[in-house]
């Protein structure tokens, strides 16, 4: 045989020593691929149960104020993490050992933390509780991954075959844990729809029980022995809490609430937030809370005694009755309330949509959460002669423009320290300008601090769709002090007509024999709206930068948070 083809068969085994076939590399592929599906999915497990964490802050702070750190807390984490695992000493087994530890171990923190955030404040205190609790499960999980992640690579990319693949392993590592992290962050919020579909189903109603469920799940996916010498410390005193509704827990919760002269009667946690029902065994009065801010609330009659309509303790939602005394400038007024039509956007405890009813007006209203509109029909007697629409009001009035209009419409809508952005758009109050009769009236409630830029945006946003407006704040205005806030609610009455309108005296039979009507039906303390459209700009709220009323909220959630700690006290909120 020629020495120049003995020559080619000896190199050949030599070239193709570090070399990977085909078949090799596509299933290498497969794996990398699969090794990045499961990384995604424990990263996605673990951003859930950051969230849930991040939302079990809401009913102590509000969701403005709970919210305002998270996203970048979540995302330094994130990106910590991937930048750092290779550096941290310690195998992925080691790591995993303590995942289920540290989750469990967060969630014991962030309830303990919950009895200080009188002291901690509604600024400081929610950015404190998630660098102690959401920021290390976040870190402690992406490392436990990254490990699992680059341990798998290097098994299917060694060093001797870098050179023909072109990569490395821990190249393909990095690249895979950078990916899916950003992936899970930017991606769709699947944890945030499952959250707010498991809160609806019957077997999880807390996301304190939800967040345990998730805790199970780390045990089970990453057995430790060290979680049976910490899970019965933890774990006890957790379920013997008040945040987790087993049938016991209510009682546990009474016991501290009877203290302060506050007893509860029920709660449920539904997709827009903790629900509750409190009563004041010693003023005597009812509310209805909804995470960190009260829906309304009424004034316990007698024993005995059962009246026609409640006593509301907000004298607001009597206000917003007003609708039926508006005159046009004719002087002219319709009295006929059986013929007459009512749309009442949100709830609440039903005082305004109780009203109306009692007038002979049919009443539909929309609720977005289906545990408010049950909880003010069986705590708060809201009639059930009424038509009820369980949606939201956004694509509600998008389907129902033109179907129907009515004569009157109440927007009330204030949830949480802020109102839902896209219920104060042009487009949306557009939309319910179309859904009025010619003679229409419709009565919007804002609740904020008057002084904000908030404020301004949401009246000139009004005044550019309603040609005709009067705004009336609940109560007097303080005195000028610029170092004080003006935290109230302003009712804006306005017609789909251009024609000025007065409010007619009210008769004896538009009181319902209330005593709170007789004081507050009529309003009384006018706004002048240039003093509110003339500062701050000249922005009106649209769907397209609905983003800079989000960011002129927070001062007033802020506000908000304390004007709630002065009427009830901190360990009422506290204990939820």
């Given at each position: 045989m020629p020495g120049h083809v003995l020559s080619r068969l000896r190199k050949k085994p030599n070239q193709s020593q570090n070399s990977i076939p085909k078949t090799s590399i596509r299933a290498n592929a497969g794996q990398t691929i699969l090794t990045a599906l499961k990384a995604y999915s424990l990263v996605s497990l673990t951003l859930l149960a950051s969230g849930i964490l991040r939302s079990s802050l809401d009913p102590v702070y509000g969701h403005v104020p709970g919210s305002r750190h998270h996203g970048i807390l979540t995302l330094v984490a994130l990106l910590t993490a991937c930048s750092t695992y290779s550096s941290t000493p310690g195998s992925s087994r080691r790591w995993a050992r303590w995942l289920a530890v540290v989750g469990l171990s967060v969630s014991t923190i962030q309830l303990f933390l919950f009895r200080y955030s009188g002291l901690l404040g509604p600024s400081f205190g929610p950015l404190f509780t998630s660098l102690v609790t959401s920021f290390p499960l976040v870190m402690v999980s992406v490392i436990t991954v990254a490990k699992r992640v680059t341990g798998s690579m290097d098994k299917l990319f060694p060093t001797g075959s870098a050179e023909s693949v072109g990569v490395s392993g821990r190249t393909i590592s990095d690249a895979v844990v950078t990916a899916v992290c950003l992936i899970a962050y930017f991606g769709p919020k699947i944890g945030s729809s499952l959250l707010n579909e498991w809160l609806r189903t019957q077997v999880v109603r807390s996301r304190v029980g939800l967040y345990f469920v998730l805790v199970i799940f780390y045990a089970l996916l990453f057995p430790s022995r060290y979680l049976f010498f910490v899970v019965i410390p933890i774990l006890r005193p957790n379920l013997l809490s008040t945040y987790v509704p087993l049938p016991y827990s209510d009682q546990f919760l009474n016991t501290t609430l009877h203290k302060y002269n506050y007893s509860l009667i029920?709660?449920?946690?539904?997709?827009?937030?903790?629900?509750?029902?409190?009563?004041?065994?010693?003023?005597?009065?009812?509310?209805?809370?909804?995470?960190?801010?009260?829906?309304?609330?009424?004034?316990?009659?007698?024993?005995?005694?059962?009246?026609?309509?409640?006593?509301?303790?907000?004298?607001?939602?009597?206000?917003?009755?007003?609708?039926?005394?508006?005159?046009?400038?004719?002087?002219?007024?319709?009295?006929?309330?059986?013929q007459r039509s009512a749309l009442v956007i949100g709830v609440g405890i039903g005082t305004t949509p109780s009203a109306l009813i009692a007038h002979g007006i049919d009443t539909t209203v929309v609720e977005i959460d289906p545990v408010v509109h049950d909880f003010a029909q069986k705590y708060f007697d809201l009639p059930s002669n009424h038509t009820s629409i369980i949606q939201d009001a956004v694509p509600f009035v998008e389907q129902n423009t033109g179907v129907k209009k009515y004569n009157y419409i109440i927007h009330d809508v204030f949830t949480g320290g802020v109102e839902p952005i896209a219920l104060f758009t042009s487009e949306f109050l557009q939309g319910l300008k179309n859904m009025l009769k010619s003679d229409g009236v419709i009565a919007i409630n804002y609740a904020g601090d008057l002084r904000l830029r908030s404020a301004s945006m949401v009246v000139r946003t009004v005044l550019s769709v309603f040609p005709t407006c009067r705004l009336f704040r609940e109560e007097e205005a303080k005195q000028a002090d610029h170092s004080l806030t003006d935290f109230t609610n302003l009712v804006m009455f306005c017609r789909r007509a251009a024609s000025s309108f007065s409010f007619r005296r009210p008769a004896k039979q538009d009181f319902l024999g209330s005593r709170a009507r007789q004081h507050h039906l009529l309003p009384r303390h006018e706004v002048n709206p240039r003093s509110l459209v003339e500062r701050h700009g000249k922005d009106v709220i649209s769907n397209q930068n609905m983003g800079v009323l989000e960011k002129a909220q927070l001062e007033s959630a802020l506000g908000h948070w304390k004007v709630m700690r002065s009427v009830l006290p901190d360990a009422v909120w506290e204990k939820w």
């Open positions: 029920a709660r449920q946690e539904s997709p827009t937030g903790y629900i509750s029902v409190l009563d004041n065994t010693e003023d005597g009065f009812r509310v209805m809370r909804c995470d960190h801010s009260l829906l309304g609330g009424h004034w316990i009659p007698p024993q005995g005694h059962i009246p026609r309509l409640h006593e509301p303790i907000y004298a607001v939602f009597v206000m917003l009755e007003a609708v039926r005394l508006v005159e046009s400038h004719s002087g002219q007024h319709q009295t006929q309330d059986a």
